[in-house]
């Protein structure tokens, strides 16, 4: 009796964990998802590490107009024989000891800085499109991931209620074959029907478990156990709306895409870069200042205390150091163009980006246009040969037809429905990719959030 009630209160134990954690199942919009990918994806975090780096470099940049202050402090030791002013040699040991503080100033340096400190922000705002780019691209890979999961939750969801269908054709045909109205051998195939219809749906459940799995590995998630998708902004779209022609699309993005911005961002630098340097061609003018002291001690001498000769050897000094260049070798030349070739490859590079994106808008807008056609048509085959599979299973329930004729049915409407849903969720996932290009949608809403922040 105890073996029993223990027995009996952990399997209720069980079953209110199993209840609990089902209840504690975390429902994601593709927002959501989005976000989240974008706050703890590695790469992402890496392109955040690059922009504080430039921030890093513009404050460098900007603090060299500053004077640079250092201390020195020097200590020797002298022993054996020397030569002394009596032109004799003794052995004298000396100490020496020197400080000092000095201070540099630059006045002119053939608009070095101002250059450098322009450049470094044009560097910086790349970086920021870097960084830009680096979240549209894991929230245009979470949206496909996230339709690929829906697809698979659908195909799932058909294959169970097709796996309840042929249960009840199979208890009806046991009930037939105890009467002797059909024969044993049509009933077995009725049962092997009924267990293909129990393997497709164990696979169509990996499938979707695992299509879950890849979706939470790029949500960065420990696991995918509580996890349950939301259609909210997906399966709601208009699917019927006219689509935007590649040319409007890419006339109204080209310049909002944060590639072409971060291209076009280093492009400007690069003048700033030429004219950096140019600088070497002009002369430098720099201010400088300091003062400093020192203490000296000579063995078998008297010699003056430490403080007293601190202050009598204390001296100060400024001045002004220009530097005028004459020949370097032609270094300044070639760093010219150097920079020149740097700024020609910049061009090509912008040029090479904007025509990689129209590119991409146009295979995307043809992907929809053949997207939505395939959908419309998939539609029309999906609902005739689900009619016909209807009408074959009345006709099987009459004795007016077989299970081999209800199994070419069945399988004809199985393949119309996944090529239905396919097509479904490609369609939809190349609106959604049309519409970030365009500057919209759900995909370009969490990123610009994101970029905010």
Same mark, same amino acid.
Request: with cysteine.
């Given at each position: 009796?105890?073996?029993?009630?223990?027995?009996?209160?952990?399997?209720?134990?069980?079953?209110?964990?199993?209840?609990?954690?089902?209840?504690?199942?975390?429902?994601?919009?593709?927002?959501?998802?989005?976000?989240?990918?974008?706050?703890?994806?590695?790469?992402?975090?890496?392109?955040?590490? /690059?922009?504080?780096?430039?921030?890093?470099?513009?404050?460098? /940049?900007?603090?060299? +107009?500053?004077?640079?202050?250092?201390?020195?402090?020097?200590?020797?030791?002298?022993?054996? &024989?020397?030569?002394?002013?009596?032109?004799?040699?003794?052995? #004298?040991?000396?100490?020496?000891?020197? @400080?000092?503080?000095?201070?540099?100033?630059?006045?002119?340096?053939?608009?070095?800085?101002?250059?450098?400190?322009?450049?470094?922000?044009?560097?910086?705002?790349?970086? #920021?499109?870097?960084?830009?780019?680096?979240?549209?691209?894991?929230?245009?890979?979470?949206?496909?991931?996230?339709?690929?999961?829906?697809?698979?939750?659908?195909?799932?969801?058909?294959? +169970?209620?097709? !796996?309840?269908?042929?249960?009840?054709?199979?208890?009806?045909?046991?009930?037939?074959?105890?009467?002797?109205?059909?024969?044993?051998?049509?009933?077995?195939?009725?049962?092997?029907?009924? /267990?293909?219809?129990?393997?497709?749906?164990? @696979?169509?459940?990996?499938?979707?478990?695992? /299509?879950?799995?890849? !979706?939470?590995?790029?949500?960065?998630?420990?696991?995918?156990?509580?996890?349950? !998708?939301?259609?909210?902004?997906?399966?709601?779209?208009?699917?019927?709306?006219?689509?935007?022609?590649?040319?409007?699309?890419?006339?109204?993005? #080209?310049?909002? &895409?944060?590639?072409?911005?971060?291209?076009?961002?280093?492009?400007?630098?690069?003048?700033?870069?030429?004219?950096?340097?140019?600088?070497?061609?002009?002369?430098?003018?720099?201010?400088?200042?300091?003062?400093?002291?020192?203490?000296?001690?000579?063995?078998?001498?008297?010699?003056?205390?430490?403080?007293?000769?601190?202050?009598?050897?204390?001296?100060?000094?400024?001045?002004?150091?220009?530097?005028?260049?004459?020949?370097?070798?032609?270094?300044?030349?070639?760093?010219?163009?150097?920079?020149?070739?740097?700024?020609?490859?910049?061009?090509?590079?912008?040029?090479?980006?904007?025509?990689?994106?129209?590119?991409?808008?146009?295979?995307?807008?043809?992907?929809?246009?053949?997207?939505?056609?395939?959908?419309?048509?998939?539609?029309? @085959?999906?609902?005739?040969?689900?009619?016909?599979?209807? !009408?074959?299973?009345?006709?099987?329930?009459?004795?007016?037809?077989?299970?081999?004729?209800?199994?070419?049915?069945?399988?004809?409407?199985?393949?119309? @429905?996944?090529?239905?849903?396919?097509?479904?969720?490609?369609?939809?996932?190349?609106?959604?990719?049309?519409?970030?290009?365009?500057?919209?949608?759900?995909?370009?809403?969490?990123? +610009?959030?994101?970029?905010?922040?």
């Amino acid at each position: 009796m105890k073996k029993r009630l223990y027995i009996a209160l952990m399997v209720g134990s069980l079953l209110s964990t199993h209840l609990s954690t089902a209840q504690e199942k975390k429902i994601w919009t593709l927002r959501e998802c989005i976000e989240h990918a974008i706050a703890h994806n590695i790469n992402i975090k890496q392109k955040e590490i /690059a922009k504080d780096n430039e921030a890093l470099a513009l404050n460098t /940049a900007r603090m060299s +107009r500053l004077p640079s202050v250092s201390a020195s402090a020097s200590y020797g030791f002298n022993f054996g &024989r020397s030569l002394q002013s009596d032109n004799t040699y003794k052995r #004298v040991n000396t100490q020496n000891l020197s @400080t000092g503080i000095s201070a540099s100033l630059p006045l002119f340096t053939g608009f070095q800085i101002s250059n450098e400190i322009a450049q470094a922000k044009y560097n910086l705002k790349a970086a #920021v499109e870097d960084l830009n780019k680096a979240k549209e691209d894991i929230g245009v890979a979470v949206a496909q991931k996230f339709v690929e999961v829906l697809f698979a939750q659908e195909l799932y969801a058909t294959a +169970r209620r097709q !796996l309840d269908l042929s249960k009840e054709l199979e208890a009806a045909h046991a009930e037939k074959l105890a009467l002797g109205k059909v024969a044993e051998a049509e009933h077995y195939e009725m049962k092997a029907r009924t /267990a293909q219809d129990t393997t497709n749906v164990v @696979t169509a459940r990996n499938n979707y478990q695992l /299509a879950l799995l890849e !979706l939470s590995q790029l949500l960065e998630l420990a696991s995918p156990d509580e996890m349950e !998708l939301s259609t909210d902004g997906i399966i709601s779209e208009d699917y019927t709306a006219s689509i935007t022609s590649p040319q409007a699309i890419y006339n109204q993005s #080209v310049w909002n &895409r944060p590639d072409i911005r971060s291209t076009q961002y280093r492009l400007q630098g690069s003048e700033h870069a030429i004219k950096m340097a140019r600088s070497g061609y002009y002369p430098t003018l720099q201010l400088g200042g300091g003062v400093n002291s020192n203490y000296f001690k000579m063995s078998n001498v008297p010699n003056a205390s430490f403080g007293k000769q601190m202050e009598d050897n204390f001296a100060q000094h400024i001045g002004v150091q220009l530097n005028i260049p004459i020949f370097d070798r032609f270094a300044t030349r070639n760093r010219i163009r150097s920079a020149k070739l740097q700024q020609s490859a910049l061009r090509l590079q912008l040029e090479e980006t904007k025509k990689g994106l129209y590119k991409e808008i146009q295979t995307a807008y043809y992907s929809a246009i053949a997207a939505e056609s395939k959908y419309k048509s998939s539609q029309t @085959t999906m609902e005739a040969a689900e009619k016909s599979y209807q !009408l074959m299973v009345e006709k099987m329930k009459y004795g007016k037809a077989n299970v081999s004729q209800l199994n070419e049915s069945n399988t004809a409407w199985q393949k119309a @429905t996944s090529d239905m849903l396919q097509a479904k969720y490609d369609y939809i996932f190349r609106t959604h990719i049309l519409r970030f290009y365009a500057g919209e949608g759900v995909v370009w809403e969490s990123t +610009r959030e994101q970029n905010k922040q």
